[in-house]
Structure formats: C-alpha cells, structure tokens
C-alpha cells in the first residue's frame, strides 16, 4: 500500500519526516511521477510560504483586498489532485479499494480526473477518466501522460449526467471497477474544510502581519463544480464570526439560482446539479458570472500587449504581472471576478480581505486562448485598457441571491432530483443533511482518517 500524506501534513507540511520532506521538494522539480511527490500536496512551499498572490487594487478596482490561493505548484498543476489522493487514501483505509484487483473511475470534467489519473499512478493503481469529449484538449494529454486511460462521453462542461451513466454502465460490467465520485464522496470535502481552509485561517494572520487585512477573512468566494473546494468556508465561518460564503456559477447554466440549464465554458464548474457534498445551507449568498467575461478577462492576463497595459497605463509592478500571466485559468478569473462583485455587493473596503481559489492555470488553456484569438484578434494596448475597464472595473452587482431561508431550502432541494431519483440515495439521507450535526461529524473524522494512515505506516513505513 503507497500512501502520503495525513491531513494534518497536507496543512502543516513541516511536520512531515525531515528526510522525507527533503526528498519530496527535491522529487518537485527532477522527478515529478515519483510517489514522493504525494508528500507535496499542500499549499506551502518547500519553506512553508503559502502560494497565494494579494490581487492588485488597479486590477481589481476596489478597495478591498482580494487574495487568491492558488493551484499551481500542486503536483499535477492543479489542487484537485488534493481531493483525489485524499478521496482515494480514504477508500483504501477502509478496505473499498484493492490496488491490486481495482480498476479506478474517475468521473470529472477535468481536473479531478487529471489529478486522480496522477494519484492513481503514484499509489499503483489503474485508472479511467470520465470526461466530456467537448473540454479542452490540454486536459486530455495530462491525463493520458499520467498512464489512465480517457472515455469520452456527449457534452462538454454542464453534462454531467452523461458522466454518471457511463460510470454505472462501468460498474456494473466489472465487479472490479471502483468508482470514486468526487461530486458524492466525503473525502473531497475533508480535505478543502481542513487543509484549504485551515490554510487561510492561518493565511489571515500572516497576512496582518504585512499589514494586510485585520486578521480575518470577511469573505470566500468559489464556484462550484464538485463543490469540494467551497467546503473550505465551512472551516472560515467557524474561525470568524459573521464571515460570508459565497458560491459563483455561471450565468449560462444558472442551476441553483433559477433551476436553469444550458452550455458554458467556465471549464471545471457549474455541472448543472447540486452535488451531494455542498453544504448549501451554510452559504450566504449565489452569484453568477458569464463565461465569455471570464475568457476576455484571461486573455488579458495571458497575452504581451494586455500585459504591457496593465504595467504602463495601470501601474501595476512588472513581476506580478508576470506572475498573474500564466497564474490563473478561467475557473480562477472567474473567482476572482466573483470577489470582486462580493466586494462591491456587501460594499467590503479598505482592511477587509476577500479570499478565493484559482485551482489551475493557463497550461489548461492554451487552446481556448487561441480560438480566443481567432474569434476576437490579439489584444492592443487600446482593448487591453477596455478588458480592466470593461471586465474587472466593470464587475456589476447583479445576478445576486441571498442565502435567504427559502433560497437556501430550494437549494438543498434541488438534490433530490440527482441523488434520490438518479443516483440511490434515499430521502431520509437527504433529509439528515438539513442538520448541522452531519456535517459536523464529517469534520470530525479528520482525526479519524489520520489515526488510520499513521497505524497503516507502521505496516509499511514510508522510506526515503
């Protein structure tokens, strides 16, 4: 059994054997399969830097201060390979998944499947990805380069029932196939409410130490797609009193916020269901952003002449225009436009700190960009000052519900029609979601899980 990291190292990494650790940071860069990379999920760096990036003001427009956590340096490039390894540590903790007899499914639209595809991998295992033929073709070749092998179902980003009928056709063809639903399993959740949320709590106060903020976080943005990495709210909301969740999806495929369907591009969110694991009770408010916004916004972020803008006529320092151009995908500008639009809704300003995910980055995109190209041209300095101005500054206010009683129970409503009429879950389990005590007891078994994985290493120790 190849196993990493506990919970509480993914968090605090430092607390890792000193060998091991050593071994990993090197494993980062020379020797990037190696299973020693699974000792790198986290946040931190090899020094215990968090990766995050405080948006520029002259970006942003507001007043406010917008941190974005990012995913980046996670092996495989995105944080999603996080949920991955602990959905599956999980699953073999328990005894559901035999590395030696299982195949693994991974249904996704990207980079979950990315991520498990790595995991998968590294703890010996084989693997399928579920994924719409319509993604990015970037997200195709890292899976494949990983050694899983790709099914490709109808649709693109919003069809993930698709997903869920090749997975029990999957099923129930091999009694060896195990499928490892990031959009129901627990272990997704467990890992963005204790490691990415715990992360910015701790983020919080290095932050004020910079001057930055008061030491808390007033808010956290994240569309959902599993709904794993909105979870870290859950673990903000406790820390800080009268802090505010709020969840982003898009304006083309409007699902919590009037039911509705349809075909977007905000690649890795809004699959046009309520995922089991969104604790939708406990978020404050919904806010959509469209696609197309999110695209323009990348282009800029991403292309010389956008670039040259932003240092030139906004002022903004050379190195963190440089860092930003290749930081974010479009699920993370979409994220931080949702900041944005928190910032200015709920009228945050100057020492209040928004927080937000950017779970991959422009690797991913580039093909998007060049159809972006192709459909719009390359940017001058002339469009590149209409994207701040008429993308970022212009982020407005509307398409905005409150996390209201009633809002909040259609929510919670709305999945019944996946996971009790589709997907076997009874009424009574959905029913017991409504208590604050489930997901409490979720939390809980972070300690749980940890126990088992230490007792497991004195089977099989970790050697360097």
Same mark, same amino acid.
């Given at each position: 059994?190849?196993?990493?990291?506990?919970?509480?190292?993914?968090?605090?990494?430092?607390?890792? #054997?000193?060998?091991?650790?050593?071994?990993?940071?090197?494993?980062?860069?020379?020797?990037?399969?190696?299973?020693?990379?699974?000792?790198?999920?986290?946040?931190?760096?090899?020094?215990?830097?968090?990766? =995050?990036?405080?948006?520029?003001?002259?970006?942003?427009?507001?007043?406010? #201060?917008?941190?974005?956590?990012?995913?980046?340096?996670?092996?495989?490039?995105?944080?999603?390979?996080?949920?991955?390894?602990?959905?599956?540590?999980?699953?073999?903790?328990?005894?559901?998944?035999?590395?030696?007899?299982?195949?693994?499914?991974?249904?996704?639209?990207?980079?979950?499947?990315?991520?498990?595809?790595?995991?998968?991998?590294?703890?010996?295992?084989?693997?399928?990805?579920?994924?719409?033929?319509?993604?990015?073709?970037?997200?195709?070749?890292?899976?494949?380069? =990983?050694?899983?092998?790709?099914?490709?179902?109808?649709?693109?980003?919003?069809?993930?029932?698709?997903?869920?009928?090749?997975?029990?056709?999957?099923?129930?063809?091999?009694?060896?196939? *195990?499928?490892?639903?990031?959009?129901?399993?627990?272990?997704?959740?467990?890992?963005?409410?204790?490691?990415?949320?715990?992360?910015?709590?701790?983020?919080?106060?290095?932050?004020?130490?910079?001057?930055?903020?008061? %030491?808390?976080?007033?808010?956290? !943005?994240?569309?959902?797609?599993?709904?794993?990495?909105?979870?870290? %709210?859950?673990?903000?909301?406790?820390?800080?009193?009268?802090?505010?969740?709020?969840?982003?999806?898009?304006?083309? !495929?409007?699902?919590?916020?009037?039911?509705?369907?349809?075909?977007?591009?905000?690649?890795?969110?809004?699959?046009?269901?309520?995922?089991?694991?969104?604790?939708?009770?406990?978020?404050?408010?919904?806010? @959509?952003?469209?696609?197309?916004? @999110?695209?323009?916004?990348?282009?800029?972020?991403?292309?010389?002449?956008?670039?040259?803008?932003?240092?030139?006529?906004?002022?903004?320092?050379?190195?963190?225009?440089?860092?930003?151009?290749?930081?974010?995908?479009?699920?993370?500008?979409?994220?931080?436009?949702?900041?944005?639009?928190?910032?200015?809704?709920?009228?945050?300003?100057?020492? #209040?700190?928004?927080?937000?995910?950017?779970?991959?980055?422009?690797?991913? =995109?580039?093909?998007?960009?060049?159809?972006?190209?192709?459909?719009?041209?390359?940017? #001058?300095?002339?469009?590149?000052?209409?994207?701040?101005?008429?993308?970022?500054?212009?982020?407005?206010?509307?398409?905005?519900?409150?996390?209201?009683?009633?809002? *909040?129970?259609?929510?919670?409503?709305?999945?019944? =029609?996946?996971?009790?009429?589709?997907?076997?879950?009874?009424?009574?389990?959905?029913?017991?979601?409504?208590?604050?005590?489930?997901? +409490?007891?979720?939390?809980? *078994?972070?300690?749980?899980?940890?126990?088992?994985? +230490?007792?497991?290493?004195?089977?099989?120790?970790?050697?360097?």
């Amino acid at each position: 059994m190849i196993t990493g990291p506990t919970f509480e190292e993914m968090l605090h990494p430092q607390r890792i #054997d000193p060998v091991i650790r050593a071994r990993a940071a090197a494993a980062r860069r020379e020797a990037p399969l190696d299973p020693i990379n699974l000792f790198n999920i986290t946040w931190r760096d090899p020094e215990g830097n968090a990766y =995050y990036i405080v948006l520029p003001k002259a970006l942003t427009g507001v007043d406010a #201060d917008i941190v974005v956590l990012y995913g980046k340096e996670f092996p495989s490039g995105s944080h999603k390979v996080g949920a991955a390894y602990s959905v599956l540590l999980e699953m073999e903790l328990f005894g559901e998944v035999d590395p030696a007899r299982h195949t693994l499914v991974w249904p996704s639209t990207g980079n979950y499947g990315i991520g498990g595809a790595w995991v998968g991998g590294r703890m010996g295992c084989k693997s399928l990805v579920v994924l719409p033929e319509g993604m990015s073709r970037e997200r195709f070749e890292r899976i494949e380069s =990983y050694g899983a092998k790709v099914i490709k179902t109808v649709g693109s980003e919003s069809n993930v029932k698709e997903i869920y009928d090749k997975t029990h056709e999957l099923r129930a063809s091999d009694p060896n196939i *195990r499928i490892l639903n990031q959009f129901e399993v627990m272990g997704n959740y467990r890992f963005h409410y204790h490691v990415t949320g715990n992360t910015l709590v701790e983020l919080a106060a290095e932050l004020k130490q910079q001057g930055i903020g008061r %030491g808390v976080i007033n808010a956290f !943005c994240s569309a959902m797609g599993s709904a794993g990495t909105i979870a870290a %709210g859950d673990r903000l909301k406790q820390a800080f009193p009268g802090h505010l969740i709020v969840g982003l999806e898009p304006i083309q !495929c409007p699902t919590l916020f009037n039911n509705g369907y349809g075909v977007h591009d905000i690649q890795g969110i809004g699959d046009k269901h309520v995922t089991w694991i969104h604790n939708v009770n406990n978020m404050d408010a919904l806010m @959509c952003i469209d696609d197309m916004q @999110c695209k323009k916004g990348l282009q800029l972020l991403s292309e010389e002449e956008g670039c040259r803008a932003l240092v030139e006529r906004y002022g903004i320092d050379a190195p963190t225009v440089e860092k930003m151009s290749t930081l974010f995908g479009i699920s993370g500008i979409c994220n931080i436009l949702g900041a944005i639009k928190t910032a200015k809704y709920f009228k945050f300003g100057q020492g #209040d700190v928004i927080a937000t995910i950017a779970t991959d980055s422009l690797d991913r =995109y580039h093909s998007v960009m060049d159809d972006m190209r192709e459909r719009f041209g390359r940017l #001058d300095i002339a469009a590149a000052v209409g994207r701040v101005e008429g993308v970022f500054h212009a982020a407005t206010t509307d398409w905005v519900q409150l996390g209201t009683l009633e809002n *909040r129970t259609r929510w919670h409503n709305l999945k019944y =029609y996946t996971w009790v009429e589709q997907q076997g879950k009874t009424v009574e389990e959905l029913d017991a979601q409504k208590n604050p005590e489930w997901w +409490l007891k979720h939390q809980a *078994r972070v300690a749980e899980i940890d126990a088992r994985l +230490l007792a497991a290493r004195q089977q099989s120790p970790v050697t360097a």
